[in-house]
């Protein structure tokens, strides 16, 4: 048996999903003609609080598409110094959106008021235009961190007090609003646009949505149409991302519980070091520096059991729970992180 820990991108559609897709009605969606798609989009841009939605091919996608449609080349972007818009997606901010990004270092993935405002460049025939700023929630490499209505609304509040409008990469924004207890649009309400997986803990094969005013969004259309992102007949993709609204964000509590289980089996293994307490969705961070190994080394060595895994540096590995992986084997997991902890003190 694998045990896939690697990320909540790898899950498999559901039956429900695979129905859906078999019976999806389709259009051209370029023309605009796709119903399926564009139930997607309604539904999506009413769950996050906004007039509209785009259906993009991925977060990165949606991420950079609201920067297109934002930000003109040569002006800045203020991002958190780990952000995934920053970190994960291949300099696009430069290649694609010819922006410059600000980063600046945040508190598990929230940035205080100050810092945005000392990162804010001003009038100057020497500076690039600050543009944008752009939040992340939850914050993936923060290990699922979330940021809270009421600092969302601090950090918003600095740039918009500036003329600089806020973009939300909500790529797990439900996994944030399960874990708070508040609707994901409360989350979002701050921000001028906002992007959501549907791919990750929802379960969906394919995509995301960008969200906001209606004037936003028609702006956005050309950029994703510039980045080849018109997919035509893709009402066969929104069906799934519709059931993923309707029936998958609920269930995320399940991913979290499941999170904190292995998080504290995994405390209990001399050799690893990690604070349950900061595991607050379905993210999962440890070090294993106490064993003097590296996070490859020791995933190898766990891949070797059919537990997967992902570095997320020198020693640290980072494990997701999902929709696919359940509480068996969870434990079953915890047990060849167990072995490979005794197989390495036998060799020191």
Request: aromatic share 4%.
């Amino acid at each position: 048996m694998r045990i896939d820990l690697r990320s909540d991108t790898v899950t498999q559609p559901t039956p429900a999903m695979r129905t859906a897709m078999a019976r999806a009605r389709v259009g051209d969606d370029v023309f605009g003609e796709d119903p399926t798609v564009r139930e997607l989009e309604e539904l999506g841009a009413a769950m996050i609080g906004k007039e509209a939605a785009l259906f993009v091919a991925s977060g990165t996608m949606g991420n950079q598409v609201a920067v297109m449609t934002h930000a003109s080349r040569g002006d800045e972007v203020i991002v958190e110094a780990e952000a995934h818009i920053y970190y994960y997606e291949v300099g696009a901010l430069a290649v694609l959106a010819g922006v410059q990004a600000r980063p600046v270092v945040g508190e598990r993935g929230y940035i205080p008021p100050e810092r945005i405002s000392a990162a804010i460049r001003p009038e100057s025939i020497n500076f690039p235009r600050t543009a944008l700023l752009c939040l992340e929630n939850t914050h993936n490499r923060a290990g699922g961190a979330v940021i809270t209505p009421r600092q969302m609304r601090a950090m918003a509040e600095v740039a918009h007090a500036r003329g600089i409008p806020v973009h939300l990469d909500g790529a797990r924004i439900f996994n944030a609003a399960v874990a708070l207890g508040v609707t994901a649009a409360e989350l979002a309400a701050p921000a001028d646009s906002v992007m959501f997986c549907l791919s990750k803990g929802l379960c969906a094969p394919v995509g995301s949505l960008l969200a906001g005013s209606r004037e936003f969004i028609a702006r956005a259309r050309k950029c994703r149409k510039m980045l080849g992102g018109g997919m035509r007949q893709a009402g066969i993709l929104a069906a799934a991302g519709i059931v993923a609204l309707r029936e998958m964000v609920e269930r995320l509590a399940e991913d979290h519980a499941k999170a904190r289980r292995l998080a504290e089996g995994l405390a209990a293994i001399r050799g690893i070091a990690i604070d349950p307490a900061g595991v607050e969705t379905n993210i999962v961070l440890f070090s294993v520096a106490p064993l003097g190994v590296g996070s490859e080394d020791f995933l190898a060595r766990l891949a070797a059991r059919g537990v997967l895994g992902t570095s997320f540096g020198e020693d640290t590995v980072r494990f997701v729970t999902h929709h696919d992986v359940d509480a068996s084997q969870i434990d079953l997991a915890l047990r060849a992180v167990a072995e490979v902890v005794r197989e390495l003190g036998k060799k020191r």
